[in-house]
């Protein structure tokens, strides 16, 4: 049986310019642990996750924010730090050029690209759901998390 990768969809995203507050309630409404960020023209280019809440708790910086203010631009670079940008640049050497998107924290993966690929790049620590992009246009097609993977394996 094929490995096949779920249906194009419509795929709940964020834009940069995207108040964080409306971001954290569509987290919140849609029960997802991150959402793509996209650009105008629907490319991806980061990802926003209830981690990085988190991260802005732990390090005390929400206690320095205007929330009705910032946007999604502002939290992502809150949320960039040089560990952060390590671990992308020690991902795609150890990992392939494709496996994340070189400006980002999002681990991708293409239609075409096999299983094994798919649990390669599921199995990088931290890493918990891949983006299906689009060749070319890097448009967001499906996201597939390790429940997925085990569906498709199990049932």
Request: charged share 20%; net charge neutral; glycine share 4%.
């Amino acid at each position: 049986m094929p490995w096949k990768l779920p249906e194009p969809r419509q795929i709940l995203a964020l834009k940069l310019h995207t108040p964080l507050t409306d971001a954290l309630q569509l987290l919140l409404e849609a029960r997802v642990s991150a959402l793509p960020v996209l650009d105008d023209q629907g490319s991806l280019l980061d990802i926003y996750a209830r981690s990085d809440i988190i991260a802005l708790a732990r390090g005390k910086t929400y206690s320095q924010l205007n929330w009705d203010e910032v946007t999604v631009a502002q939290a992502l670079t809150l949320a960039h730090s040089a560990a952060a940008a390590k671990n992308a640049a020690d991902h795609a050497q150890n990992f392939g050029e494709g496996s994340m998107n070189s400006m980002t924290r999002a681990c991708v993966i293409s239609r075409k690209e096999s299983l094994r690929t798919a649990v390669d790049r599921l199995s990088i620590p931290g890493v918990r759901r891949l983006l299906v992009v689009e060749a070319g246009t890097h448009h967001v097609e499906a996201v597939v998390s390790l429940s997925d993977v085990c569906a498709f394996l199990f049932t």
